[in-house]
């Protein structure tokens, strides 16, 4: 693990990066080696009737032959860059530490370099859009702390619908969990963060309105490493390193119960969308999930030995709550839901590099998740895999890191492990 991190450090230290540009065809890369595609070796691979998947057409396809590509200056070794793009597809927002730049994805020119009160010791590593129904835009940015004594932020930037900064920025405490894509209630409203110092308190702002006091959901004893909104807002699920997780009343805060003993450092909390069940992922390796019916009733307990033998840090339910897919190192279960049977097992043989991005697409039809520093993509009704990723010549960070799936304007792609954003046209 820490070689991998060493690896991943250096490979960004090594980028020469430009500033945002868009590019097209192979031009991008003229002075590259030629590449051999890495690509795992495949222990298990999808399966449809029985028969493995194989490479759609030009696949793997390699860093180099992208639609277009967006950059942003970072300093190096600085690895706090990240994406993020708006859901209707029509901005692309980067952070790169420091700086937050946006740019139209029409045009592909820098449209705003939205500000936010720059704090010594604070660096910006994650941002998310949330459309706002009066049309514009909220931009969160997420900040990690790099020297002692300095404070946690998160920070509200409002954008307009043409991409500009309007408005005030709100300033709330605590830090974003890596491992929760989307901190905020459904209705994009409300934000969780955590303490940003103990890790051990929850806490909620309501972003509309400009009260940066939280309500606090407080009580675990060690690090709470994801947080989720029930899909109705009136609850938040916790799950931490103190081996329980904690179901509070997302009004009130009041603890509503507490799942005890888990047997682990809990790492993921998530409900099904269609609000019946939640779940945690424990370190032992297992996956507990509980009926909201009955909270107090036994867990039903799956991906554990030899299902998985490493920590499971993805778990995705397809919007219908009808698959709940599920990724650790080097391996991808899918289960039917809530009957839990596999119905496919993806695995390849180096179990160093982990699964990130989970990402239904198309409601159940396709699958895309991020391994071997690249982004892959299965599709289960065409029994066909994808594969848009570096080549063993290229500069490229670890199986994790800030990125993003994205499928929008008829583009797939996002943040690379080399910290540059790749598009592909994406097949109809
Ligand atoms: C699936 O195919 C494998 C060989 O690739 C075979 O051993 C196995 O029996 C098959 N399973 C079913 C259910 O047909
Ligand atoms: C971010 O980019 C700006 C240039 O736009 C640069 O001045 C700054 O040093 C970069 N920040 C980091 C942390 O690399
Ligand atoms: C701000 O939010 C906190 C926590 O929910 C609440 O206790 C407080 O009353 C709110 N303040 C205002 C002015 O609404
Ligand atoms: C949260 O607390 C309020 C006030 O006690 C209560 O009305 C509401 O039903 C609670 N919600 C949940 C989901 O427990
Ligand atoms: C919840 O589960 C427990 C333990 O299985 C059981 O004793 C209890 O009757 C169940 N409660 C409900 C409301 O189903």
Known sequence: MITRLILFILSYALQ???????T??????????????????????????????????????????????????????SQSFAGAISGDG??????????VKIIALDTGSLVSMPTYPAKLGRRPDSVRFVSLATGGYRLILGTYTYSAGASNAVYQLQLSSEGLQTGDVGEYEGTISSADTWPFSNDGRRLLTI?????????????????TTSLKLTGH?????????????????????????KLWNATTGELVHTFENTGGQ???????????????TVGTPSIRIWSLNNLTSEPVIIGTKPTY???????????????LATGAYGKIVIYSFPSLEIVQTWEIEDQGWEISELLWLEGTKRIAYRILGGLEMYDFETNLKYRWGPGEMDHWGGGRGPSGVVKSRGWIGGMDSDAKERFWKYPA
């Open 16 to 22: 020469t990066l430009a500033s945002p540009t868009r």
């Open 24 to 77: 097209s065809g192979n031009t991008a890369d003229v002075a590259r080696a030629p590449a051999t595609p890495v690509t795992g070796v495949i222990v298990s691979d999808f399966r449809k009737n029985n028969v493995s998947a194989r490479w759609a057409v030009g696949h793997p396809m390699q860093w180099g032959s992208e639609d277009a590509k967006f950059e942003f200056p970072i300093a190096l070794g």
């Open 90 to 99: 029509k901005y692309l927002a980067l952070v790169n530490g420091t700086d």
């Open 195 to 211: 303490n940003g110092v103990t890790h051990h308190d929850a806490y909620v702002y309501d972003l509309d309105t400009h009260n």
């Open 221 to 245: 004893t060690d690090s709470i490493m994801s947080s989720a909104f029930s899909p109705d807002g009136k609850l938040v699920l916790t799950a931490a390193w103190d081996a329980s997780a």
């Open 266 to 280: 809990n790492w993921i909390a998530r409900f099904s969308p269609d609000g019946t069940h939640l779940l945690i």
């Open 309 to 323: 033998t490493q920590w499971i840090r993805q778990v995705s339910f397809s919007a219908d709550s009808k698959f």
